[in-house]
Each structure stands twice: as C-alpha cells, then as structure tokens.
C-alpha cells in the first residue's frame, strides 16, 4: 500500500477529516495531493501527520505475518474449525493498526471467521466499519471483502444482495493472481447463490468448472457437494438422469473421502 493510501486510511479510521489533520502542519490541497499518491513530503512531514493521527509510520511489510494470514484463511475455506479459532487468537495478539496492510487484510478475513463460527452479527458490524475505508482497499483486499460481504448476505438468506457482492468481486478477478483452490471455491459459492435464485444454468456452469478441479485434485468431500449442487439443479430442469447421475456420484465420492 502506498504512503499516501496508508494516510487516508489513517485518517478515516480515526474519523478526522483533511482539514483537521492537515492544520498546522500542512495546507489542505497538499494533504489531499499526498493521499492521492500524487506527491511525496519529505520525512518531517510524514512524522508530524502520523504524530498528529498518534500513529507511528509505516514500516516495511513483516512477509512472516502475512503468511501467516495466508495460512489462516487456508484453514478457514478448509473448515477447520478447531486450527482456525487458535490461529485467530494468536493472530490477535501480533497484529496491530500500526502496520496496515496486515491490519486491514486481518480484518476482512475475520469477516470469513466470525461466519464460520456463526457470530453474523460481529460479521456484519466489521463489515460496517471496513465499508469506512472501502476506497482505501487495494485489489485482492477489495475481492475479498466483497466475496465476504456476499457471504454474510447469504447467511442471513440475502441473495440477490449477496449475488450484487459476489459479482462486484468477480470483476476484480481479471487483475489478481488467485490460487486454484481459492478460485474453484468461490465459483461453488457462486453456484449456491445462483442456486437458490433459480439461476439454473448460470449455477451448473459455475459448479462444474469448481468440480473439475476438485476431481483433479481428488477433493473429494468438495466434489461430493458439488454434485448435490448438481444434482438439484438437474432435477429444476427436468433432467432426471441426470439428477440421479449425479446423487449417484454424490454417495460414492462422499464415501470415498
């Protein structure tokens, strides 16, 4: 995240507006200029407008952390229940607002845990507070929260709200690098929304290509739903056989895992 993004977030977290930050210190045109990334101020500056905000300057990225954040959510779309609610009490206690890029990917990804555990109503007040800074997020944070967002709206039976989030995040795709695993889950996600929106065919294709890396990777609990999935939609169809196929594959992946 670039100095200027980091101070505006900085500064709406702490609910400051330019003119108040920018006082003394500097003029607001200029501020506004930093935290568009359109000019840099010299190191006394920086100092004084993170001072101000009583928040330390940035420092260089801890790698180690936010590996450790890409292993949490690992843990988190594998539902293990048990890891991650360890992981989360030991990511609470080293992850602070003075570095921001873990702090901000930390929250969104506790959008995903508080779900995960059933706490909807803490999901969706972190959800409220991340929608402060939204402007702030950089791509992959942005296709996160969005995913999330559509997450929490289908927990709480919102689907055409949840299916507008999902495909707010599905456009910020064509820029990010997402991992196979990651992709083939978001695009059952994608089908369960459709799914219940009746969205029959939009449903089958988004489930078929999650279950064919599945199979590749003989996931097979993974692939098993993704037949039931199937076979539901199937059967919305008329396409009985198919239905039964697919029920079938459900029952003989399922018991395979």
């Known amino acids: 995240m670039e100095l200027g993004t980091k101070l505006r ?3 709406k977290k702490k609910k400051m507006t330019l003119a108040e930050l920018a ?3 500097i003029s607001v045109s200029y501020l506004s200029k ?3 990334n359109d000019n840099i101020p010299d190191k006394e500056v920086i100092s ?4 101000k905000l009583d928040t330390p300057a940035p420092k260089n990225l801890d790698s180690s952390i936010m590996d450790d954040l890409d292993e949490w959510y690992k843990v988190l779309v594998d539902k293990e ?4 609610a360890t992981m989360f009490k030991e990511l609470s206690g080293i992850i602070s607002e003075h570095n921001l890029e873990e702090y901000i990917s930390f929250e969104i990804l506790k959008v995903k845990y508080y779900l995960m555990v ?3 109503e803490e999901a969706r007040e972190l959800l409220e507070e991340i929608a402060d800074y939204e402007d702030t997020l950089n791509v992959r944070n942005f296709f996160y929260y969005y995913r999330f967002k559509a997450l929490y709206d289908y927990t709480v039976h919102d689907f055409q709200g949840a299916l507008r989030h999902a495909k707010k995040a599905e456009a910020a795709l064509p820029t990010l690098l997402v991992e196979e695993w990651d992709l083939a889950d ?3 996600f994608m089908g369960l929304i459709n799914s219940r929106l009746r969205k029959t065919t939009n449903c089958l294709s988004y489930v078929m290509e999650a279950l064919a890396y599945y199979n590749a990777v003989y996931g097979y609990n993974r692939a098993a739903e993704c037949h039931v999935l199937l076979g539901i939609s199937y059967e919305r169809i008329h396409e009985y056989e198919k239905a039964e196929e697919s029920y079938l594959l459900a029952r003989q992946t399922g018991s395979s895992a």
């Open 81 to 84: 229940s048990n890891q991650a």
């Open 23 to 25: 006082e003394g210190i």
């Open 9 to 11: 977030f900085t500064r």
């Open 186 to 188: 978001f695009r059952y």
């Open 48 to 51: 004084l407008l993170f001072e």
């Open 34 to 36: 930093i935290e568009n």
């Open 118 to 120: 059933n706490q909807s």
